[in-house]
């Protein structure tokens, strides 16, 4: 045995030299033998290119044996592209009409394997003769020959298709199999034969029947299962051709295969998986929909989490159809949370998110909570994110809405996103019987929980908004919340701003000086505060404080009160302008982040967003009383647009917002990538490739992970260095993770040759 590599290669050189030098002998009568070492060869990676036309002699000769060498080396050796493959055309046609079984079945598992074009098209007559063969071996290789056919020359896909009822009637079972993926095949490359093909639904139907009521034979029974690759091809095919069908036998049949099929081992397993998803893809009805969830709940309690993982990801699916029945399994879906695989849990949580709806939205996010507690924190971000999102949308009061939020809070603060924390200030502001409550309860898990940014953050702003309620007590029920002093509101500020980082003590000094007003016994106090950030070396913070302690001193007394009002309730803009008329509509309320900090000093003109600007206090009346330089703003029309949709499946829709601007090379492109599952797409990436008289800019999308029902959007510019004479064509790949990786590609080339 070689010891190195420098060793293998010295062997193996050698060794082809000899090679080499046998087939230069005409009479040697050992040449398959050498065929068969360059196989080897071959597999260990070596050039081999020199054995090429030794095949073909082996395959042209008499012998069975020096021709099944030749075929073997054939496909191994050679492939598409190689001109040598062209010489052998006539040898394969004469062996696959020998009447030699076994030598015609090589010739059309080659043909299956390696053949071209060319090689299919001038060979197709013979493949469809010889599916009627009276061998149902033939027969089986030339339904495996005609696969081949169909995918180099779909225009052959009549003739070939007429075969087909022949193949899916035949008694051996692997004749029927490959008649069913030839079929499958044909509708992978021509989805409009499809309506051609409906006709043998009854027949597929009858056949899956017949493997049903089949007697138990060692011949074909795997696992306890008659035939369950056959029952899996049968199941795919009724999947495709019974879409949109009403057929009572189709669904007659798949109630047998879904009540009779053993799923103890996996055989029965596979059949049971295949049938679930058939149901899903012909829209089966509810009765239907019931079994095939119930036995992805029987999935979910299996052990192996390879099927738990396809009982999640089938689930997932039928939540769109039939929550209900999916419901029933809530308690073992939830369960799956605690599981020790990371793919187990992530799915799970997808699906807890898809099924909680206004009544049972309580009890499952309680459930959640309690998981936050025991997970581990690379789990913590995406399961908090969900339970708000929950939340938001499916809340039955207020009250619980809060105090589930603070909850969450003060137990995973940190993973809280921004958003979450802004949307929760927006609620307590908007509701005036809910600011004592709040306060008093965020103050109070304030204390104990410094650590939690997120709550740090919105305990902050609340005792700067609210914090004249805590000085009185606050009712919750049974429970009731103590007044708190001034003192100890000062206090927890002021170990905020001794241990909090820069944001915090933005926040923190910004509720200083709001509090100057609800609490004025304790300004001097507070000035104290204030004055420790005068020396900052942060510009930031000492120009706040020293802006804070100029609006203290007694010549502002007059306005710091209207000044430091609370923020008006937040109510979201009913309608987006438009860009045509925004010169004579009124300004629309902007939104805010009602945390923002710049905020305290626009509450005057938030209170009433909806009035217009009086002419005399506008910008241009008080700087320039001459308009004119503005025409050219009020004349531009706007840009030529349009849109289009450049991909769309059953999982992701891209499309494409298009507009000219004044150059007329030059397209601008928004690209919108919508999530159309109940599953959250990771990793997402969008590629474009453009001809050579096209010139791309592409921007980096606004999110790599897509929510269910939300959007990542793209910008694009491209020049048309021949504009008007040729037009756009984009290669689009797109490539993400949704249960796996997974990458499309579409070329758009719908757009007006102008652009």
């Known amino acids: 045995a070689c010891k190195t590599a420098a060793e293998e290669r010295a062997v193996v050189s050698q060794e082809a030299s000899e090679i080499r030098d046998s087939f230069r002998d005409e009479n040697y009568k050992f040449r398959h033998r050498s065929v068969a070492k360059l196989l080897f060869i071959q597999m260990m990676g070596y050039p081999t290119n020199f054995g090429q036309v030794e095949c073909l002699k082996l395959i042209a000769s008499t012998n069975f044996t020096e021709k099944r060498v030749g075929y073997l080396g054939l496909t191994q050796l050679l492939n598409e592209k190689d001109d040598v493959l062209v010489m052998v055309t006539n040898s394969m046609q ?7 079984t076994r030598i015609s079945g090589i010739a059309l598992t080659a043909l299956a394997n390696i053949a071209t074009g060319e090689m299919c098209r001038d060979l197709s007559k013979d493949v469809c003769r010889l599916m009627s063969h009276s061998n149902s071996y033939i027969r089986k290789k030339a339904a495996m020959a005609g696969c081949r056919v169909v995918r180099k020359c779909p225009d052959m896909i009549e003739e070939i ?88 036998e189709l669904a007659d049949c798949l109630a047998q295969v879904a009540t009779n099929t053993e799923s103890t081992k996996n055989p029965g397993n596979s059949v049971l998986y295949e049938c679930v998803r058939t149901i899903l893809d012909i829209e089966g009805t509810s009765g239907l929909k019931v079994l095939a969830t119930n036995i992805m709940g029987r999935f979910l309690m299996n052990r192996d989490n390879n099927l738990r993982y396809v009982a999640l990801n089938s689930l997932l699916k039928f939540v769109k159809s039939d929550q209900i029945a999916v419901q029933r399994h809530k308690q073992t879906i939830l369960e799956c949370l605690k599981d020790i695989d990371i793919t187990i849990r992530k799915k799970a949580l997808e699906l807890t998110y898809s099924i909680i709806n206004e009544s049972n939205v309580t009890q499952i996010v309680q459930e959640m909570i309690n998981f936050l507690i025991e997970s581990e924190a690379e789990f913590k971000e995406a399961l908090v994110t969900k339970i708000c999102l929950a939340v938001e949308m499916h809340s039955p009061s207020r009250v619980w809405q809060i105090d589930t939020i603070i909850r969450v809070l003060t137990l995973a603060g940190v993973y809280v996103p921004e958003e979450v924390v802004a949307s929760t200030a927006h609620i307590i502001s908007d509701s005036s019987e809910l600011h004592s409550y709040s306060v008093h309860k965020l103050f109070r898990a304030l204390r104990d ?12 702003w609340a005792i700067g908004e609210f914090g004249n309620f805590l000085l009185t007590s606050s009712q919750d029920g049974d429970l009731e919340y103590e007044a708190v ?65 100029q609006l203290l001193e007694s010549n502002w007394n007059q306005v710091r009160k209207p000044l430091l009002e609370n923020i008006p309730p937040y ?16 300004a629309l309320k902007k939104e805010h982040n009602l945390l923002d900090l710049d905020l305290i000093f626009d509450s005057d003109t938030q209170e009433n967003p909806s009035q217009p600007v009086p002419p005399t206090e506008s910008l241009i009346d008080i700087f320039e009383s001459n308009t004119d330089r503005f025409s050219e703003f009020e004349e531009a029309k706007p840009s030529e647009t349009f849109d289009l949709v450049a991909f769309e499946d059953e999982e992701i829709k891209v499309s494409f917002s298009c507009s000219k601007p004044s150059e007329p090379k030059t397209t601008f492109i928004q690209a919108v990538s919508t999530n159309k599952t109940s599953a959250a797409i990771s990793n997402f990436k969008l590629s474009v490739a453009v001809q050579k008289h096209l010139t791309l800019s592409l921007s980096n999308a606004t999110s790599n992970y897509i929510n269910p029902g939300e959007s990542s959007r793209q910008d694009m510019n491209i020049t048309n260095t021949q504009q008007g004479q040729k037009p756009i064509v984009l290669r689009l790949k797109i490539d993400y993770t949704l249960g796996s990786n997974k990458s499309k590609m579409t070329t758009v080339d719908s757009f007006p040759k102008d652009f």
Request: proline content about 3%.
């Open 94 to 100: 004469i062996d696959m009409n020998n009447s030699n």
């Open 485 to 549: 002093s001034g003192d100890q509101i000062l206090s927890s500020l002021s170990e905020v701003m001794k241990n909090g980082d820069q944001t915090l003590k933005e926040y923190t000094l910004t509720a200083l000086f709001k509090l100057s007003v609800r609490l004025p016994e304790m300004s001097e106090t507070i000035k104290k505060l204030l004055e420790k950030e005068k020396a900052s070396i942060n510009v930031e913070l000492q120009q706040r404080s020293c802006e804070y302690l």
């Open 571 to 586: 109510k979201k803009a009913v309608e987006k302008p438009q860009l045509t008329e925004i010169k004579s509509q009124p």
């Open 449 to 460: 929980n410094k650590d939690q940014q997120g709550l740090v953050l919105l305990s902050i």
């Open 161 to 248: 298709a007429e075969e087909v009822p022949k193949l899916l009637q035949d008694r051996s079972h692997v004749v029927v199999m490959n008649g069913v993926n030839l079929l499958l095949e044909i509708l992978k490359i021509e989805s409009s034969a499809k309506q051609g093909f409906e006709q043998y639904l009854e027949l597929l139907v009858r056949a899956l029947k017949n493997l049903l009521h089949t007697v138990h034979s060692p011949e074909h029974s795997i696992g306890g299962v008659i035939d369950p690759f056959l029952q899996v091809s049968l199941l795919k095919l009724l999947g495709q051709l019974g879409v949109g069908k009403n057929n009572e």
